[in-house]
């Protein structure tokens, strides 16, 4: 049972490229979450999806984008990425309400 | 709006001592609690939960909570600690009717031998 698997682990990006994170979840799950943890911040909630079709904005949510095409695939995009994206993200999937998050094993990425 | 206050940023500790890490939350609705613990390079994982009923709530590995409605605390305890709970920890508030989850700043909790 994979849970919530997140690809890539680890990215270096020079300033201005961009890139996809892919996050997929095989427990049927209609809410999911994309944040990012920074040292002393916890974390902080960039967009999420509360199912297919959806997305909405979080906290945080400047210079990211995401899509929800399929249930069990949440993609975020940085379309010019920012030295102040440096950070680690963090994909999440729930049944929502009371549920507990379910999280992957983080995409630690760095803006050069 | 909902915020959660970890009181200490770190804890060190020597192992097989008790341990308390203090959360504090403010929210103008009713609220579920969570503990998260988040081990080197991994995700977080739930350690605990309250969402109803006794106040004091029992998770893995040994820990447990108890939830405070007037005081807005809910304080993770552990009477002995090991080595291998060297972690941080995160606690997290979901307003009832909601889905969005506040976390709070974590704790880094070290257990030295």
């Known amino acids: 049972n994979a849970g919530v698997t997140q690809t890539p682990k680890f990215r270096v990006l020079k300033t201005g490229q961009s890139m996809t994170l892919l996050c997929a979840q095989d427990?049927?799950?209609?809410?999911m979450y994309w944040y990012r943890q920074d040292p002393g911040m916890g974390l902080r909630l960039i967009h999420y999806?509360?199912?297919?079709?959806?997305?909405a904005k979080g906290e945080v949510p400047d210079g990211y984008n995401v899509s929800r095409l399929k249930k069990q695939n949440f993609l975020l995009g940085l379309e010019s990425a920012a030295p102040s994206q440096t950070s680690v993200y963090f994909c999440?999937?729930?049944?929502?309400?009371?549920?507990?998050?379910?999280f992957g094993d983080g995409t630690r990425l760095s803006i050069l | 709006a909902q915020s959660v206050t970890q009181l200490d940023s770190q804890v060190p500790v020597f192992e097989e001592a008790p341990v308390e890490l203090r959360c504090n939350y403010s929210?103008?609705?009713?609220?579920?609690l969570f503990w998260y613990v988040q081990y080197p390079n991994q995700g977080l994982q739930l350690l605990l939960k309250?969402?109803?009923?006794?106040?004091l709530v029992k998770g893995i590995n040994g820990f447990e909570a108890e939830f405070n409605k007037s005081q807005t605390s809910f304080h993770l305890r552990k009477p002995s600690v090991h080595i291998s709970d060297t972690a941080e920890y995160f606690c997290?508030?979901?307003?009832?009717?909601?889905?969005?989850?506040?976390f709070g700043a974590g704790t880094r909790l070290f257990v030295k031998a």
């Open positions: 999440a999937s729930n049944k929502g309400g009371d549920q507990p998050q379910h």
């Open positions: 427990m049927n799950h209609e809410y």
């Open positions: 999806s509360v199912g297919e079709g959806t997305t």
């Open positions: 929210s103008s609705v009713s609220v579920y």
């Open positions: 309250y969402l109803s009923g006794s106040t």
């Open positions: 997290a508030v979901t307003s009832t009717g909601g889905f969005k989850t506040i």
